[in-house]
């Protein structure tokens, strides 16, 4: 449906487009190359046309910005945009008539030749075209120029939503060899005396340096970004670091993305002395295989507990006794596969670990074994040898075959066959193919290429992906048989056991790596072949492309014993030979950890590996069974999106770049767009360990200032990570609570109050070049009256009003300008308090509602919090008094955050339980003490924990708030759910198609305390009010039925009357439509309360209980005959029939 939409509105807009004289555009051509033309080259617009349009008398220059309207072809604002620009040249008729004059209605003169429709023919897309279009990625067709911009807000908004998806694009495009050309056109500045660089000439270095032909603005947010102090200039050296804090920024916060590491110590299980395990193998019920070399086979768990061991081979006496060189599992039949050093194939059961049968005479030594079921009843055997030779048994009908082998003669109680008879069947085939010039170090099919890797020690052969079958040569064999013929002879075998054959060049491909290939593994998905051996370097191969590898990865210090590829997590695993384990990520090819024997415990010698997926766990066998598994971070539920890790403590809006800043309690500041919700950056460790308490902008919105659990504040540059100053007393620092930024004596000053009960002072100068800064020295009142509990609150009220709160309910109001204490306000206790109880005192927030401060009326102009969900309005004249107090919270929680709007007619509270409430402040509390509270105008459920911060962005009537669990949503100003910062689908605030509303988190939605309240529980009533309000519910209910009941008449219905109600009730014998109509009538026919059907006034009586007086039946004085037994039972249980009835 969509798709049909856009392509009307495509051909609707080329038909407009060939309207005017008749002669317009061709109907094939694209719109988008005709508007790439200029315009005296289109056909259809004769030269006439243009100079008619022009004003007369008047000459205008061609390039400047009165003389001509640029316009372009704008793709959808909620797409990428296009790197080129198509830009389409009109003149204009008047001088007046400049780009702003778009919006007059109707139709311009001069256009209509050239076919620009009218304002009414333009075709407004429906909302939900336009989400739909940003979920597809199409493009809509542009705005028409003639589009009335008057009557249309959407164009200032499409413009900053333009900016907004262009944000970062200019870093990504800078190369090296940009880097280059701008250090150049720096220097050449330089030399001409201009060392630092104003906007316009930093936008006019980078468009020619980087060929970027976008929208200046894009530039220009660049310049803002590096010139965090706001001088309006910036040098080579602020670029240069700027960019390279970014890119480091960006590398770091990747490879937290991908942290990955293994629990340590590994789980281990020792083992007395014994043979060393050659093979692992994983089960589906969960258990691990391990086979030594002395037969041995042991079963484990998944927690590495032993369930069942058993040695397969007697030792013999006077021989020496059988040793195992691989073994591998028919999980198809239920049966494993070993091989021996005796040159034999052996075939037990897998559940009783009883022998079947073996194979023996094998040319050579086996030493590496495979199995793959290739049907229903077909699978292939394959060994490798050491004469590097590559075996394969081809079987089919395998269950008939192995019951045949059985039946063959025994030799120490085994049934046995040899090599050569086994060929004798038709079911099996034989393949040998000489691939190494040493012996197989590694060998496996891949179902999936349909081909066998191997692997040797030799170079040149060091790893071979081969086909098992081999192609047709017929010229080669058109050879043998020509010579045969001259011969005289019969035709040769083409695979005669025993004689090795090479494949052709055409079947297989052959690396030669330096020093061999001990093992390999391939992937795939991934496309990807890995490669380890005695030189420690893991290469990474295009397993199409032998000629060179892909890369390298270094790190180990012995030779690699065992690479395993995740691919579910894109991660490889290396052991080597010392026992040290790597993870490395396969697309950035980098080593993500390393865990060396000493942290994981594992000891002796390597001998075999494998990695579970299932289990995330790599089990290791040395000296004894070790097993690491990795430590997966929690992953979140696929309905709960979180923005955080770690709690989120603060959020904060920033004007300058239409950011959302958010920081949580792992010393983590994230960037977010606030148009789409994305992450744009973020930095982590910015206090190290310590949590990030409060944070605020400076006075021109570039730097961010956050203060910490360690007692700093620091300033920085939000967009790169960049450190600018830290903020710090001297000796002991305790907990900052809050920050702000002010002004105060024509100096900007940074103020912070936290658990000293003092209010440093930091002043912000760029003269001062330390980068460690020590605060100012304290108020003499704040050392003598101020406060005596930890201060958690602060909050300024230009131009001189500053107001901090404490932990024991104390507000003071001071002076900024002299330093001195306005007053002091106290907090009321609450009934709690009053009755002996201990409740919380503490002031959480305190809000200043600024427009009624200056005022001469006796209003409430500072809000405070208080215990118990309460919210306080004071009056700071004539030394502080209470104008109201009441209780915000509906559920009686403390309230933790505050937020007013710009006109104060507004107030919203955040409290502990996640509740947003919204009150209307316009004229309460305004000429005097209110008894009522304010109107609550709205209140929901924006978490199901505390609301750490509430941040209201009034230019775009939304919302950001942050809680305790992590999450960061954005809200409309009414309360509408847009999203969660961080969610994989994108909003756009200026269409609300894109939206959350109506839905809710679903995290809310399931919580308890988000469920409506009984309005009988909101009224405080008493126990024993409770229960006498139930019993006169009750004795009200009996007396209603009384009524009823005596009210009803007594009748006597028959059996015919109730027959004919059910028969009324029921269907007709109608087939289908028919009687679905009739059933769906019957259903939603309205229930008639006109008084009780005919079934509902029949009389019940209840069942007699009698008592069972039936003796037992004397069954001797009967004989056998059954009727006579029951004749006698109908006459000795007559007496009690005759009494029930």
């Known amino acids: 449906m969509i798709e049909d939409y856009v392509r009307k509105c495509q051909v609707t807009n080329e038909e407009r487009l060939c309207r005017g004289d008749g002669s317009g555009f061709a109907g094939t051509r694209d719109i988008r190359a005709v508007l790439s033309e200029p315009v005296a080259h289109r056909p259809g617009i004769a030269e006439s046309q243009i100079q008619a349009s022009m004003p007369l008398g008047k000459k205008v220059r061609p390039n400047s910005a009165a003389g001509k309207l640029e316009t372009s072809a704008i793709s959808s604002i909620f797409h990428d945009i296009r790197s080129d620009t198509v830009k389409l040249t009109i003149p204009r008729i008047k001088s007046s008539q400049a780009l702003a004059k778009t919006s007059i209605p109707g139709t311009r003169r001069g256009l209509t030749p050239i076919g620009w429709c009218s304002q009414a023919e333009q075709e407004e897309h429906p909302e939900w075209l336009e989400w739909e279009l940003i979920k597809q990625h199409n493009r809509r067709h542009s705005l028409g120029l003639v589009q009335n911009v008057a009557t249309s807000d959407n164009i200032r908004k499409f413009g900053d939503t333009l900016k907004s998806l262009r944000k970062g694009k200019i870093e990504q495009q800078v190369s090296l060899e940009h880097l280059k050309s701008i250090q150049a056109a720096f220097e050449e500045f330089e030399n001409a005396g201009r060392k630092y660089l104003d906007m316009e000439a930093f936008k006019k270095i980078m468009k020619k340096c980087l060929g970027f032909h976008g929208v200046h603005d894009q530039i220009g947010e660049l310049f803002r970004k590096i010139d965090y102090s706001a001088s309006g200039q910036i040098d080579w050296d602020e670029f240069c670091t700027y960019m390279q804090l970014k890119y480091k920024e960006i590398e770091e916060s990747n490879s937290r993305s991908k942290h990955i590491s293994f629990a340590l110590p590994a789980t281990i299980r020792e083992f007395s002395h014994s043979e060393q395990i050659l093979r692992i193998c994983?089960?589906?019920?969960?258990?691990?295989?391990?086979?030594?070399?002395?037969?041995?086979?042991?079963?484990?768990?998944?927690?590495?507990?032993?369930?069942?061991?058993?040695?397969?081979?007697?030792?013999?006496?006077?021989?020496?006794?059988?040793?195992?060189?691989?073994?591998?599992?028919?999980?198809?039949?239920?049966?494993?596969?070993?091989?021996?050093?005796?040159?034999?194939?052996?075939?037990?059961?897998?559940?009783?670990?009883?022998?079947?049968?073996?194979?023996?005479?094998?040319?050579?030594?086996?030493?590496?074994?495979?199995?793959?079921?290739?049907?229903?009843?077909?699978?292939?055997?394959?060994?490798?040898?050491?004469?590097?030779?590559?075996?394969?048994?081809?079987?089919?009908?395998?269950?008939?075959?192995?019951?045949?082998?059985?039946?063959?003669?025994?030799?120490?109680?085994?049934?046995?066959?040899?090599?050569?008879?086994?060929?004798?069947?038709?079911?099996?085939?034989?393949?040998?193919?000489?691939?190494?010039?040493?012996?197989?170090?590694?060998?496996?099919?891949y179902d999936a290429i349909g081909s066998i890797i191997s692997s040797s020690n030799h170079e040149a052969t060091a790893l071979v992906i081969g086909c098992t079958t081999g192609t047709t040569n017929l010229e080669k064999q058109m050879k043998e048989l020509k010579e045969c013929w001259k011969e005289g002879k019969g035709t040769k075998s083409h695979s005669a056991p025993g004689i090795p054959q090479k494949r052709l060049e055409c079947d297989q491909s052959v690396f030669r790596i330096h020093k061999g290939v001990k093992t390999f593994d391939f992937c795939k998905k991934n496309n990807l072949l890995v490669t380890g051996g005695i030189d420690r370097i893991v290469r990474m191969w295009n397993p199409y492309v032998p000629g060179k590898p892909t890369g390298l990865l270094?790190?180990?210090?012995?030779?690699?014993?065992?690479?395993?590829?995740?691919?579910?997590?894109?991660?490889?695993?290396?052991?080597?030979?010392?026992?040290?384990?790597?993870?490395?990520?396969?697309?950035?090819?980098?080593?993500?950890?390393?865990?060396?024997?000493?942290?994981?415990?594992?000891?002796?010698?390597?001998?075999?590996?494998?990695?579970?997926?299932?289990?995330?766990?790599?089990?290791?066998?040395?000296?004894?069974?070790?097993?690491?598994?990795?430590?997966?971070?929690?992953?979140?539920?696929?309905?709960?999106?979180?923005?955080?890790?770690?709690?989120?403590?603060?959020?904060?809006?920033?004007?300058?770049?239409?950011?959302?800043?958010?920081?949580?309690?792992?010393?983590?500041?994230?960037?977010?767009?606030?148009?789409?919700?994305?992450?744009?950056?973020?930095?982590?460790?910015?206090?190290?360990?310590?949590?990030?308490?409060?944070?605020?902008?400076?006075?021109?919105?570039?730097?961010?200032?956050?203060?910490?659990?360690?007692?700093?504040?620091?300033?920085?540059?939000?967009?790169?990570?960049?450190?600018?100053?830290?903020?710090?007393?001297?000796?002991?620092?305790?907990?900052?609570?809050?920050?702000?930024?002010?002004?105060?004596?024509?100096?900007?000053?940074?103020?912070?109050?936290?658990?000293?009960?003092?209010?440093?002072?930091?002043?912000?100068?760029?003269?001062?070049?330390?980068?460690?800064?020590?605060?100012?020295?304290?108020?003499?009142?704040?050392?003598?009256?101020?406060?005596?509990?930890?201060?958690?609150?602060?909050?300024?009220?230009?131009?001189?009003?500053?107001?901090?709160?404490?932990?024991?309910?104390?507000?003071?109001?001071?002076?900024?300008?002299?330093?001195?204490?306005?007053c002091h306000l106290q907090i009321p206790p609450t009934t709690a308090c009053r009755d002996g109880g201990a409740a919380d005192k503490s002031v959480n927030k305190v809000i200043f509602l600024k427009t009624r401060v200056l005022k001469a009326e006796l209003g409430a102009s500072l809000v405070a919090t208080g215990s118990q969900g309460s919210l306080a309005f004071w009056n700071l004249f004539h030394g502080g008094q209470l104008f109201s107090i009441f209780t915000a919270s509906k559920v009686k929680s403390q309230i933790s955050s505050l937020a007013v709007s710009n006109d104060d007619c507004l107030l919203y509270a955040a409290d502990y339980v996640g509740y947003i409430y919204v009150y209307g402040m316009k004229d309460f509390a305004v000429h005097g003490p209110e008894v009522d509270p304010p109107k609550l105008t709205n209140y929901w459920r924006a978490h199901i924990s505390a609301v750490t911060c509430m941040e209201l962005i009034e230019e775009q009537k939304v919302m950001v708030t942050s809680s305790v669990e992590g999450t960061v949503r954005l809200w409309s100003m009414d309360g509408e759910f847009i999203g969660t910062f961080g969610q994989p689908e994108p909003?756009?605030?200026?269409?609300?198609?894109?939206?959350?509303?109506?839905?809710?988190?679903?995290?809310?939605?399931?919580?308890?305390?988000?469920?409506?309240?009984?309005?009988?529980?909101?009224?405080?009533?008493?126990?024993?009010?409770?229960?006498?309000?139930?019993?006169?519910?009750?004795?009200?209910?009996?007396?209603?039925?009384?009524?009823?009941?005596?009210?009803?008449?007594?009748?006597?219905?028959?059996?015919?009357?109730?027959?004919?109600?059910?028969?009324?009730?029921?269907?007709?014998?109608?087939?289908?439509?028919?009687?679905?109509?009739?059933?769906?009538?019957?259903?939603?026919?309205?229930?008639?309360?006109?008084?009780?059907?005919?079934?509902?006034?029949?009389?019940?009586?209840?069942?007699?209980?009698?008592?069972n007086k039936c003796e037992k039946p004397d069954l001797s004085a009967a004989g056998t005959d059954p009727y006579a037994t029951l004749f006698f039972q109908e006459s000795t249980c007559k007496p009690v029939s005759e009494e029930l009835c």
């Open 282 to 445: 994983y089960t589906s019920d969960d258990t691990f295989i391990m086979m030594r070399e002395d037969g041995n086979i042991s079963f484990w768990s998944a927690e590495l507990k032993l369930k069942r061991s058993r040695t397969l081979f007697e030792r013999p006496i006077g021989r020496k006794p059988k040793w195992i060189t691989d073994f591998t599992i028919m999980s198809q039949y239920n049966k494993f596969i070993l091989s021996t050093g005796d040159r034999e194939i052996q075939i037990y059961e897998l559940s009783t670990l009883e022998p079947y049968c073996q194979i023996t005479g094998l040319e050579t030594g086996p030493l590496q074994l495979d199995y793959c079921s290739t049907g229903e009843d077909d699978c292939m055997i394959l060994y490798g040898d050491d004469q590097g030779c590559v075996n394969i048994l081809l079987l089919t009908s395998v269950g008939e075959t192995l019951r045949t082998w059985k039946k063959w003669p025994k030799v120490d109680n085994l049934p046995t066959i040899s090599i050569e008879n086994s060929f004798l069947s038709p079911n099996v085939t034989c393949i040998r193919w000489k691939v190494h010039e040493d012996w197989v170090t590694q060998m496996k099919y």
């Open 987 to 1107: 909003w756009e605030i200026h269409a609300p198609a894109s939206w959350k509303h109506p839905m809710v988190p679903y995290e809310i939605l399931i919580d308890p305390l988000s469920m409506p309240i009984h309005p009988v529980l909101e009224e405080e009533m008493s126990f024993i009010q409770l229960s006498n309000f139930e019993k006169n519910e009750e004795t009200i209910d009996n007396t209603e039925s009384k009524d009823l009941q005596h009210r009803s008449p007594k009748s006597i219905i028959s059996d015919d009357a109730v027959k004919e109600e059910i028969r009324k009730k029921t269907f007709q014998n109608n087939l289908g439509k028919r009687l679905r109509h009739e059933r769906y009538q019957s259903l939603n026919k309205p229930v008639n309360h006109g008084g009780p059907v005919a079934y509902h006034t029949l009389k019940c009586f209840e069942i007699a209980n009698a008592p």
């Open 554 to 822: 270094r790190g180990h210090c012995a030779p690699i014993f065992s690479l395993y590829i995740s691919t579910d997590d894109n991660k490889l695993f290396s052991v080597s030979t010392d026992n040290t384990v790597k993870i490395w990520d396969i697309e950035d090819q980098s080593c993500l950890y390393t865990a060396n024997s000493k942290a994981s415990r594992i000891k002796g010698d390597v001998s075999a590996c494998h990695y579970v997926p299932g289990l995330k766990g790599l089990c290791i066998a040395a000296e004894g069974v070790a097993l690491l598994h990795l430590r997966i971070q929690p992953q979140a539920k696929p309905d709960h999106i979180c923005s955080h890790n770690e709690p989120a403590l603060c959020c904060k809006y920033s004007h300058e770049f239409r950011q959302v800043v958010t920081c949580s309690e792992g010393s983590v500041v994230k960037v977010w767009d606030l148009y789409t919700g994305k992450l744009i950056f973020e930095f982590s460790g910015a206090h190290g360990d310590s949590a990030i308490c409060c944070m605020t902008f400076d006075e021109s919105g570039r730097r961010l200032i956050t203060g910490g659990r360690d007692g700093c504040l620091k300033i920085w540059n939000h967009n790169n990570g960049h450190c600018l100053r830290i903020l710090r007393k001297e000796g002991r620092c305790d907990e900052i609570c809050d920050c702000i930024y002010v002004e105060m004596h024509k100096n900007k000053y940074v103020l912070a109050v936290g658990w000293d009960r003092r209010i440093s002072i930091y002043c912000d100068s760029f003269g001062d070049h330390h980068h460690t800064q020590p605060p100012e020295p304290h108020w003499q009142d704040d050392l003598k009256r101020g406060h005596k509990d930890d201060v958690l609150c602060i909050a300024q009220c230009p131009p001189t009003l500053l107001a901090t709160s404490s932990y024991d309910g104390e507000i003071i109001v001071w002076n900024m300008i002299s330093g001195h204490i306005y």
